[in-house]
């Protein structure tokens, strides 16, 4: 007599879904204790991880609305960093500390004054006991990467680089170490605006590259319209997440895309949105 066959179990239940890339579960930050000042209030959201491809959110709102704050609390970055109420997670777990897995880059252009250009972009692998010759190797690929000329550039020092030059650097020194999460506070903020589209045009290539997600802080419309898969919208301050909107994937230069009419009529939808928060944020104030 044949012995059935034991039921099978689809393959859609035996796997285990992915937990997300970052959570936020009802985050609030306050400073100075409950009287303090609330930076933002009762976040939530999540960001899953997707195969092939990394998402980019960008975070748009009033000054002082915690776009930073947020950030920094993926980040696990102090004073910021731990958060009030609620829950940070990165991959499934609460947010300790800073981690290899989540790389910075700041608007100010952060790099070693007494250190090349190569050994800038070097500098996290040599932290992380990497060999001279494999780190350089690698530095100098990451150096014509981002735009930059090994032979002209890798010997300068910071002082002798332009501020997109020196932007370039600071994003090589970051996607050198394959980080899954990228974090960007207003990294182009700084750039002359012909310079800036450029930058714009070179993250949207690294990032496909290395489907890493990015969270990117700018108060630019049309830089959030063109970069992001998301952009997440901030209320005046105590920030709250009022609002996600998807727009289009980047799939022309931005100079050329940031000209469509499709394209300026988000742009002029969040505008309105952000107007109007500003206009009762000084009415509040009155």
């Known amino acids: 007599m044949s012995t059935p066959n034991p ?25 100075g204790g409950k009287a303090g000042f609330t930076a933002i209030k009762d976040i939530t959201f999540r960001v899953d991880d997707r195969p092939d491809h990394g998402e980019f959110v960008c975070v748009l709102g009033p000054s002082g609305s915690g776009k930073s704050t947020i950030l920094r609390l993926i980040a696990g970055l102090s004073p910021q960093h731990p958060p009030t109420e609620g829950d940070v997670l990165v991959s499934g777990r609460p947010v300790m500390g800073p981690g290899a897995d989540r790389g910075m880059v700041f608007q100010d252009y952060t790099s070693f004054d007494n250190r090349t250009v190569l ?7 040599e932290c992380r006991g990497m060999p001279v010759k494999e780190r350089y190797e690698l530095a100098r690929h990451w150096i014509d990467k981002v735009g930059l000329s090994t032979k002209q550039d890798a010997d300068k020092y910071p002082h002798e680089l332009s501020g997109g030059m ?63 898969d998301r952009i997440f919208i901030l209320s005046s301050s105590p920030g709250m997440l009022l609002e996600q909107i998807e727009v ?33 944020n000084r009415a509040g104030d009155d």
């Open 119 to 125: 050994d800038n972009v070097a500098f996290g692998l």
């Open 166 to 228: 020196r932007q370039r650097v600071a994003i090589a020194r970051t996607l050198i170490l394959h980080p899954k999460i990228i974090l960007m506070d207003e990294p182009f903020g700084a750039l002359d605006p012909s310079t800036r589209l450029k930058m714009q045009d070179l993250l949207i290539q690294l990032w496909r590259e290395n489907e890493a997600t990015v969270f990117f802080v700018t108060h630019s419309i049309e830089e959030a319209v063109y970069l992001g």
């Open 248 to 280: 289009p994937a980047p799939d022309r230069p931005a100079k050329d895309m940031q000209k469509e009419a499709a394209f300026l009529d988000i742009v002029f939808r969040i505008r309105d949105m952000i107007e109007h928060l500003e206009a009762s």
């Open 7 to 31: 039921p099978t179990t689809p393959s859609s239940v035996l796997a285990s879904p992915k937990p997300p890339v970052v959570e936020f579960r009802n985050v609030t930050k306050r400073f």
